[in-house]
């Protein structure tokens, strides 16, 4: 590669999809969960999380999304840091939890209007998008049904629909597959690579390890709340000689019990 001419200058490296400097977060009497923590996610990846129960995820990722507040360090997501409440950055991200987020009482289009506005869709929008998505995820026959009425697997998809009606940049994304069928969860996977595919940063963390080798193409292993490995996975595989995630995550953090996640 040349040098470019002099007198030039070289355009600035885009921004991460995530940035973590500096991280430290404990619980109120109880003794630090994080610690100088740092972690960069790139732009355009398909990032896994992963860790034992009580390694730090779940309070990691309500950090990244801004429910709780560091008590020092700096998170971005694009650059723009993340400030609890702060509109702008939202709607950088989407987020798809462990437990289901919606309104049961409510149909899909009813759900999908709710959240679409709260993200800063006008209607048209909202319309469009309600409709691409619920054909896309198979829920187009029972739009105007109560969720209350629907399977875990139509609860898990629409749970999916929330977080990306506003088209995120970034999608994370925990446990999104829990407690379905394999018929779903490979049509979740499945529509996940698209939106990857199409420019969406995805940070996935779950406890099925073998989903996780289809989708992921980058992966931290996390425990004690900090990062014991952290590479693309073909990398990490043949560096511990591993044949697959799940060799790979005992290796590194360990057979014994772990009951508390936090």
């Not at 597959?177 to 698209?194: F, N, P, S, W």
Request: aromatic fraction near 8%; hydrophobic fraction near 40%.
């Amino acid at each position: 590669m040349n040098p470019p001419p002099p007198g030039t200058t070289q355009p600035p490296a885009p921004e991460p999809a995530l940035r973590i400097s500096d991280l430290s977060f404990g619980y109120p009497g109880q003794p630090p969960i994080f610690a100088d923590f740092a972690l960069e996610v790139p732009e355009d990846s398909r990032f896994g999380l992963f860790g034992p129960n009580g390694a730090g995820k779940t309070t990691l990722m309500q950090l990244i999304t801004g429910l709780l507040t560091p008590s020092r360090g700096d998170i971005r997501i694009f650059g723009q840091p993340v400030v609890r409440g702060e509109r702008r950055v939202n709607k950088l991200f989407g987020f798809v939890p462990q437990d289901l987020s919606f309104y049961e009482e409510l149909s899909p289009v009813e759900n999908l209007a709710f959240f679409g506005a709260w993200s800063g869709l006008d209607r048209a929008t909202i319309r469009r998008r309600t409709d691409e998505l619920l054909a896309i995820l198979g829920l187009a026959d029972v739009r105007d049904k109560k969720v209350a009425q629907f399977s875990g697997g139509m609860k898990r998809r629409v749970n999916l629909a929330i977080g990306v009606i506003h088209r995120p940049r970034l999608l994370f994304l925990d446990e999104p597959t829990v407690g379905v069928d394999v018929q779903t969860r490979a049509a979740i996977i499945r529509y996940l690579k698209e939106l990857n595919s199409e420019g969406m940063t995805l940070i996935y963390t779950s406890h099925q390890l073998g989903e996780a080798e289809s989708l992921c193409d980058r992966v931290a292993l996390i425990d004690q709340g900090r990062i014991v490995a952290q590479d693309a996975l073909d990398a990490l595989l043949a560096a511990h000689l591993s044949s697959g995630l799940e060799g790979l995550f005992l290796q590194l953090t360990g057979k014994a019990y772990r009951d508390i996640d936090v």
